[in-house]
């Protein structure tokens, strides 16, 4: 009977987070679209209609005999200098994702000598945007069992209910 109790707890317990936690939205961009990391692709134009926030994520594809995703500084980036990467990730298999979690310039270029060719992404990281607040919603009748202030409670209590339905069953 006692495990019938900590199930009936738990599952009410699930249900108030998942009401509570608000929603994420990550965008996860395939880097040069169609074309993927390759020579030949203005990056720069490919990025400049596109927002990228705290969450996000790159993934790049591109051939991994011949190409690599470097993070450098702005300098580096500007030189096409690989030699002193803030982290290299390029991981062997030509399809790799790179997170941006934090607000910041990040600087992509292809060592070997691609960077040169036009090889180089420069993304600018921001916090996302404050959710939309709602307009107040007009009622005839304005009842406060609808007005969503008594959802959760409402659910604690069928929670309650319940348990004391499965004790004298």
């Known amino acids: 009977m006692a495990e019938k109790v900590v199930a009936m707890v738990v599952a009410v ?32 134009i490919w990025a400049q209609d596109k927002h990228f926030y705290n969450g996000d994520w790159l993934f790049f594809v591109y051939d991994r005999n011949q190409m690599n995703i470097i993070e450098v500084n702005k300098t580096d980036y500007e030189s096409c200098n690989s030699d002193h990467p803030l982290q290299n990730w390029t991981r062997g298999a030509g399809r790799d994702v790179v997170p941006l979690n ?11 000598g691609f960077c040169y060719g036009g090889m180089k992404l420069a993304v600018r990281v921001e ?12 009622s005839a009748s304005p009842s406060p069992i609808y007005s969503g202030q008594f959802v959760l409670p409402a659910v604690f209590a069928i929670g309650a209910l319940w348990d004391i339905v499965l004790r004298f069953w």
Not at 17 to 39: H, K
Not at 127 to 138: I, Y
Request: proline share 15%.
């Open 127 to 138: 916090n996302p945007p404050p959710p939309p607040t709602a307009s107040p919603v007009k």
């Open 13 to 44: 317990i699930v249900c108030a987070v998942v009401i509570m936690v608000p929603e994420v939205d990550a965008t996860r961009y395939a880097v040069g679209g169609n074309q993927g990391w390759s020579p030949n692709v203005n990056y720069t």
């Open 102 to 112: 934090v607000t910041r310039h990040y600087y992509f270029i292809s060592g070997k």
